[in-house]
């Protein structure tokens, strides 16, 4: 294994990875750092073609050591599909999706809940909790179940009901919520404040970037778009952010394929898509702001990027200046217009976060932030079928 440290990147300050670690004193999330010159020596692009068609192909630089501990379905290496038709329809003819709504559980959330609950069972922990808007948490029940430990899972009464029922089958224990994912989250809280010193064992606290190793999966994304594009990167990726553990990790991911030499200099502009009904991202990338200020009243029918308050804001603020891009808030009824249109153009049913970032992409383009010429990456995050409230059947005519 290649991990070296934990690093915080508010104070610079550096931990041990051989232990379970939640955030730093100053309250940052942590990140996993490898002897990238040894990988260098170790590995290189070519030597990754022959392997497993998985984000495990990338076990140099994933916090695992031992094999024994890796739990998995056989998560990542998803399609990056051409959307010719809907692309040339809004300007952007090199449209590009990578359907995350084909890996386990379906969303990208099982990559993070793949690498997160292996190196926890490596660490030792037998019992992990989470607040959740739904997917995170049915991927992170069905992780731990395979690997033999406890999940509590607190989720919003608003969250989709597949995602209780995932919870449920996977034998986690599930508390509903009367309100939003911070609520969730201040629940959660409570419960491992009183594990502490239970006969039964404290649980560990596996929240949105309160432990390191869910982003290590969740940046194997950027490796693939990268890996199945030739090992050249594109013009623009967009991102639908609520945590914004994704796009915190594909941009951690580009820097060390850079500092690799696997690509060149040029980064992807990133962009951070969220609803007008919830936006503290974009509010905060327009007022040239730090941190987020947390979003009174939030909702969105896009509910995976319903979080009012990201704890890894300063993160995500970070990885869209350094690469030049933008943050941009979509409405709803254009999210679930523009869902309904690719469909119809390009047969695929993408969840509504992976919709919004087709209204940015439209929007952008309108508004010449995005050129003609430019290859764009949608990245849809879930399986459309996940949200069957977002097609509207129950008007059709019935016949015979």
Request: proline residues 6%.
């Amino acid at each position: 294994m290649y991990l070296t440290h934990l690093h915080c990147p508010r104070c610079d300050t550096s931990h041990p990875a051989d232990r379970p670690q939640n955030l730093c004193a100053c309250g940052s999330p942590l990140l996993a750092r490898y002897d990238l010159a040894e990988v260098r020596k170790a590995v290189d692009p070519a030597a990754l073609a022959g392997r497993s068609a998985d984000l495990w192909r990338y076990r140099e630089l994933l916090p695992v050591a031992e094999e024994r501990h890796v739990t998995t379905f056989g998560e990542g290496w998803t399609p990056l599909l051409p959307a010719a038709r809907y692309g040339e329809s809004i300007g952007v003819p090199d449209l590009l999706i990578k359907d995350e709504g084909l890996v386990p559980t379906g969303s990208f959330k099982a990559r993070g809940a793949a690498v997160g609950v292996s190196r926890a069972r490596e660490l030792g922990i037998r019992h992990v909790a989470m607040p959740t808007n739904g997917n995170a948490g049915a991927a992170w029940a069905t992780y731990a179940a395979r690997a033999g430990m406890r999940a509590t899972i607190a989720m919003p009464l608003g969250a989709p009901t597949i995602t209780r029922r995932e919870c449920v089958a996977a034998g986690a224990e599930l508390h509903l919520i009367d309100g939003l994912i911070s609520d969730a989250g201040r629940y959660v809280g409570t419960l491992i404040a009183d594990s502490a010193g239970s006969p039964d064992g404290e649980i560990f606290d596996v929240s949105t970037l309160k432990e390191p190793y869910r982003l290590e999966g969740k940046k194997t994304m950027g490796y693939e778009v990268v890996e199945q594009l030739g090992w050249q990167v594109p013009d623009v990726i967009l991102y639908p952010t609520g945590g914004g553990v994704g796009l915190i990790g594909i941009h951690k991911a580009l820097h060390e394929l850079r500092e690799l030499g696997w690509i060149g200099d040029t980064l992807p502009r990133l962009v951070a898509v969220q609803s007008t009904g919830c936006a503290p991202i974009v509010r905060a990338f327009g007022a040239g702001a730090t941190r987020a200020e947390p979003w009174a009243d939030a909702w969105t029918v896009a509910f995976g990027i319903n979080v009012p308050a990201p704890l890894g804001d300063e993160l995500i603020l970070d990885a869209l200046r350094d690469t030049a891009g933008t943050a941009i808030a979509v409405d709803d009824e254009a999210i679930l217009a523009d869902l309904h249109d690719f469909g119809a153009r390009e047969g695929l049913l993408l969840c509504p976060e992976g919709a919004a970032c087709l209204t940015a992409a439209r929007q952008l383009r309108a508004g010449g932030w995005i050129r003609a010429d430019e290859r764009v990456v949608v990245l849809n995050t879930g399986a459309g079928l996940k949200y069957p409230e977002t097609v509207d059947v129950d008007s059709l005519p019935v016949v015979g």
